[in-house]
C-alpha cells in the first residue's frame, strides 16, 4: 500500500510569495495534519483536518491555512513568505481524529525561502 | 521550560551496544507517548505506540513509560549501524508534541 504522499519535494521561493503543498494520505485514512520541522527541531503542529473540518490549529500566523477535499487529500497554503518559513513541512494521516490512532507521516516538502 | 525535553545528542555507540533514549515532559495530561526514528531527508517513521505506564517490547525495541517521574525511555537492543537515525519522541494532547530528536550514531 502506497504511504502519505506529499508534493512537491523541493520547492525554493522569495519572500513575499506564496506557496501551496500537497497531501494525498494512506488510502482509507479520514485524517491529516501538518507539521513543521525547522533544522535541528522536532516537527511542530500546523492543522488537523478531519472529514474535511479544521479539528485544530497550532500557534502558527493566519499566513498558513489549510483545506481537505472530499477525497480526503489536503493542501497547506503559506502566504507572504517570510525567511523564516524555510523549514521542511510534513503532512501526517490517521484513521481517525485522535491518538488511539497513531500517524504517519510523509517524506516532506522542503521548502527554501530565500 | 518546553513541555517535552530530550538530549539532542549526538549519541555515538559500537555496534552491538544497548541504547538508551529518553524524554522527560512537564504536562501531567499526556496520556499516549510515541517513539519515532527520522533517516536524513525522510519523514518521521512510528517505532513504538504506548498509553499505560510500563513496558512495551518490539523485537529489538523496548519502550518504556513512567507517567509518575513524567520520563520515557527507549532501549535498543544490539544496535547495527541501519540505526542510525534521529530519534523522536512525542506526546499527545489535542496534538502530538514533539522533543527535538536525539540524532544517534552507531559505528560498526
Known amino acids: 500500500d502506497a504511504g502519505v504522499t506529499q508534493s512537491p519535494t523541493h520547492l525554493i521561493k522569495t519572500r513575499g510569495q506564496q506557496v501551496t503543498l500537497r497531501c494525498s494520505p494512506i488510502?482509507?485514512?479520514?485524517?491529516v495534519s501538518w507539521y513543521q520541522q525547522v533544522l535541528g527541531q522536532g516537527p511542530q503542529f500546523i492543522f488537523q483536518?478531519?472529514?474535511?473540518?479544521?479539528?485544530g490549529r497550532g500557534n502558527f500566523p493566519d499566513r498558513f491555512s489549510a483545506r481537505q477535499f472530499p477525497n480526503y487529500s489536503s493542501e497547506l497554503n503559506v502566504n507572504a513568505l517570510l525567511l523564516g518559513d524555510s523549514a521542511l513541512y510534513l503532512c501526517?494521516?490517521?484513521?481517525?481524529?485522535?491518538?488511539?490512532?497513531?500517524?504517519?507521516f510523509g517524506n516532506g516538502t522542503r521548502l527554501t525561502v530565500t | 521550560q518546553k513541555e517535552v525535553e530530550q538530549d539532542p545528542g549526538p549519541l555515538s555507540v559500537p555496534e552491538g551496544a544497548i541504547v538508551s533514549l529518553n524524554c522527560t515532559y512537564s504536562?501531567?495530561?499526556?496520556?499516549?507517548f510515541m517513539w519515532y526514528r527520522q533517516y536524513s531527508r525522510k519523514g518521521p517513521e512510528l517505532l513504538m505506540y504506548?498509553?499505560?505506564?510500563g513496558n512495551k517490547e518490539d523485537g529489538r525495541f523496548t519502550a518504556q513509560v513512567d507517567k509518575s517521574s513524567k520520563y520515557i525511555s527507549l532501549f535498543i537492543r544490539d544496535s547495527q549501524p541501519s540505526d542510525s537515525a534521529t530519534y523522536l519522541c512525542?506526546?499527545?494532547?489535542?496534538?502530538?508534541?514533539f522533543g527535538a530528536g536525539t540524532i544517534l550514531r552507531v559505528k560498526s
Open positions: 483536518y478531519y472529514e474535511k473540518e479544521e479539528r
Open positions: 488510502s482509507g485514512h479520514k485524517s
Open positions: 501526517a494521516s490517521s484513521f481517525l481524529d485522535n491518538y488511539n490512532s497513531p500517524l504517519h
Open positions: 512525542a506526546m499527545e494532547q489535542d496534538k502530538l508534541v
Open positions: 504506548t498509553y499505560s505506564s
Open positions: 504536562n501531567s495530561a499526556f496520556q499516549y
